[in-house]
């Protein structure tokens, strides 16, 4: 080993023992990923600018962690590459980047006026700060092989992504598993998960919980609508507008057309 690699493998190790975070480029926006060694602690979807993304997950996450174990933020590694992420983190930024681009980039087809599928229109594209198309080494751990040519452009379900669940309450955290069943394109309503934890008086709840869910799009809580399918609140990006923008990528349809938006 090269003193430099070593020297580097000495430096992450002492990156308060493997935490981090970094900024990534996706279609919607930079988003911003934080994570121990073996699991995602956090998403969080674009704010006003790369910088107000990352201090909102990272206010939101020191609430959440209070074990002694956890060393202090400001002891974490700012990632700048792809070599300095656990394989947990590459496989949450590039599968969220696959999810971002669209069905129409996972079909290889381009939307006129934004750029197609090319990550070179991608906000924060070419910024220092932030990483840039990682959707190359995303590898499902356990996918099935498809049988269909739809199966094959079918967008990721980011089931294998593992997520730290420190400090979430055990209701959301069945909240969070029922969204995560919710395939891309396809939505339920927040009468629906309440139906299925135990009665509709606890809709209300399961709004709650996915307004504070920190896992999004990993935790699919833009695929959660309200009665009547009403887009309801939502508290990433600019709300219902991103919301609704994220289904539109995802092609959510039913009535026998490809969009509800387009």
Sequence with gaps: MSAAAAAFRVDLADASLGYGHALFAT????????????????LQLPEVDGQSTRARMLQELAQRLTSADVPPQADWLQAHSAAQMP??????????????????????EAEEGEGGESALHWPGAGDAQVLGDLRAGYHPAAAPLPATAAERQALPHLLEIALDWQGVPEFARNVYALARAIAPGQTRTYGDLAADLGGPGLARAVGQALGANPFAPVVPCHRVLAAGREPG??????????????????????????????
Excluded: D, H, N, Y
């Excluded at 983190?89 to 129409?104: F, K, P, T, Y």
């Excluded at 995802?250 to 026998?256: F, I, R």
């Design 27 to 42: 279609r919607i926006g930079v988003c911003a990923v934080a994570w121990q060694p073996q699991a995602v602690l956090a």
């Design 233 to 262: 609140g939502f508290s990433g990006g600019q709300g219902a507008l991103t919301k609704l923008r994220m289904l539109e990528l995802e092609g959510a349809a039913w009535g026998g057309t490809r969009s509800l938006f387009e």
């Design 87 to 108: 394989e947990c983190a590459l496989q949450a930024v590039a599968g969220v980047q696959q999810l971002m681009a669209g069905w129409r980039a996972a079909a290889g």
